[in-house]
Each structure stands twice: as C-alpha cells, then as structure tokens.
C-alpha cells in the first residue's frame, strides 16, 4: 500500500500534536525508515569526528534528498498505474512520506542544542542516536499493538526494530 492510498491529514485539523501523531502513524514505515537513516547518517558521520553542524547538515539534508525520491517514486507509481499526472498527487505524496522527515525531529533537535553549545559535542551526538534506538523500540511496539499482538509479543517487535538502531552504534563504536 503506498502512501496515495492512506487518508492524510491536513493542516488545520486537531492540535499541533494530534495532527503530527495521526501524520506518524498513518505512515509508520516512512517514520521507521526516516529514523533508521538519520540514526545511520548521524552515527557515521559521528565516526570521523565530524563537526556538529556538518553532522546536522548532512543529516537533514539526506532525509530531505531521500524524502523527494520516495514523493517522486510515488507520484510515478501513480502515473503509471492511472496513466495521467495530477497535481493533487503531488500534494498527497508529499504529505504521505513526510514522516520520513518528520520522525527524526527530536534527535536533529539534539544535534542542534549541539551546534548552538548548550549541549558537548559527544552528548548531543549520544542523546541524538540514543533517541533514535528508543524511536524504533517504540515503533515496533505500537505497530505490533496495532495488529492486535500482545504485549510480550509488541515488546520483542520492538527490540527487533531498536536492535537497527543498536547496530549502528555498535558499529560506530566499533570504528571510532
């Protein structure tokens, strides 16, 4: 199912936070993905000590590159499946795989409290993919939930998907 055929929510309905968390979880693969490559580009690019604003940078605008070609790949499945372009596609694409982007917001807020100085350099990089791993444990808790699996079953989903998480930084570890 691509993110065309889900309902999207728009801006103006509900709070700032019901209308996020409705955005999350109507496209849970796109948060879960978005997580896991900021996760990776971050704990990377924290290998070389890299300064923060360039960790940040490249962060960002990876997920952004990323995000574009998910849009781009859904508006030409749907081409290809209706056999006309439409505007309005473009729209709901956009906002469909937003959570790609979207997910990943509090560690890129850590790696900014990193750039301005009110957090060292290792502590914004360690919250930043630290939050990541407790994203992906969370994920794959609710997503095992929402398909009516019991707790001691969602919490095994979510260690699965944190251990991608955990993976990365063991690897950054490993190579720092």
């Known amino acids: 199912m691509t993110g065309l055929d889900r309902t999207t929510v728009w801006p103006g309905s509900g709070t700032y936070w019901s209308r996020r968390i409705a955005r999350l979880t109507a496209n849970p693969a796109g948060a879960i993905y978005g997580t896991i490559l900021a996760t990776a580009v971050m ?47 473009v729209r709901t694409a956009m906002a469909s795989q937003l959570t790609m982007v979207e997910a990943p917001v509090l560690s890129i807020v850590f790696l900014l409290l990193g750039v301005v100085g009110l957090l060292r350099y290792q502590v914004a990089i360690g919250l930043a993919l630290a939050n990541g791993v407790a994203q992906l444990l969370v994920w794959g808790i609710v997503v095992a939930r929402r398909l009516g699996w019991s707790w001691p079953a969602s919490l095994g989903s979510g260690l699965v998907d944190a251990s991608f998480g955990g993976v990365i930084i063991l690897l950054e570890a490993l190579l720092h």
Do not use: C, K, M, N
């Open 43 to 89: 704990g990377a690019s924290g290998t070389h000590d890299e300064p923060i604003v360039r960790i940040t940078v490249v962060t960002v605008v990876t997920l952004l590159v990323f995000w574009l070609a998910h849009v781009y790949a859904e508006i030409l499945a749907h081409r290809f499946q209706h056999g006309r372009f439409r505007f309005a596609v």
